[in-house]
């Protein structure tokens, strides 16, 4: 079975600053993805970054960027530059065998001006 | 259109009601998911399409749900006798081919309330 975990129920960040937001995960397989899917509430899931597992460089798309431990089965998702349209709901998510998606509990960040 | 609609975006439904929710993916997408929300949590899978076989359905949470993708495109969710535990938002999902890496590029769901 998987699992993802996102300890974090809320967080908040003032524009411009730095947020990072954290996810663990558990699973038996040897080839996963891992996913940063971001709901505002229009509840429409926007993908933000992905990481393949077998790769160890840590993928990076704008002022999004994760860091991936893969030993640790963490990663985490660093925003840079926080803009006030980042405020959403944040869900990481594990792709496996059968491309179904296992994704944690969410973290609602809020970007404050 | 562009993206994956859904219908009704919004439904409220009596107790033992039966419930239907459509999903349009994008044009030429062979795979399609199904997702239930509740409020506050992550989408939890219900079940997978690859172009009209339903290759997964282990996330069905009772035989009162039931799921169809006859011609492989569009796809109905379909609720038997619901009960107040189904209020939640139902996700669909599509991509373009069944790889691991491949983006799913999700509707804005379809919120159930059953009162």
């Known amino acids: 079975a998987q699992t993802v975990t996102q300890s974090q129920p809320e967080m908040s960040v003032q524009e411009a600053e730095t947020v990072t937001l954290s996810c663990t995960y558990d699973?038996?397989?040897?080839?996963?993805?891992l996913f940063w899917y971001k709901q505002p509430p229009s509840r429409q899931m926007i993908l933000v970054i992905r990481q393949e597992a077998y790769k160890q460089q840590n993928a990076t798309e704008n002022r999004f960027s994760v860091n991936f431990q893969k030993a640790a089965k963490s990663f985490s998702l660093k925003i840079s530059d926080s803009q006030l349209g980042d405020t959403a709901m944040y869900f990481c998510?594990?792709?496996?065998?059968?491309?179904?998606?296992?994704f944690g509990e969410g973290t609602q960040l809020t970007v404050n001006p | 259109g562009a993206g994956v609609s859904q219908s009704p975006r919004y439904k409220v439904a009596k107790r033992g009601q039966d419930v239907a929710l459509r999903c349009d993916p994008i044009s030429g997408h062979v795979s399609l998911f199904w997702y239930q929300q509740a409020l506050g949590q992550g989408p939890e899978f219900l079940t997978y399409?690859?172009?009209?076989?339903?290759?997964?359905k282990s996330g069905l949470p009772s035989d009162r749900f039931f799921a169809e993708r006859p011609e492989g495109s569009v796809s109905t969710l379909k609720i038997q006798r619901t009960q107040q535990e189904d209020s939640a938002v139902y996700l669909c999902?599509?991509?373009?081919?069944?790889?691991?890496?491949?983006?799913?590029?999700f509707g804005q769901g379809t919120r159930l309330t059953v009162v």
């Open positions: 399409f690859q172009n009209e076989a339903q290759l997964d």
């Open positions: 999902a599509s991509s373009r081919i069944r790889k691991l890496n491949t983006e799913a590029f």
């Open positions: 998510a594990l792709g496996t065998s059968g491309s179904r998606l296992t």
């Open positions: 699973t038996s397989e040897s080839n996963y993805y």
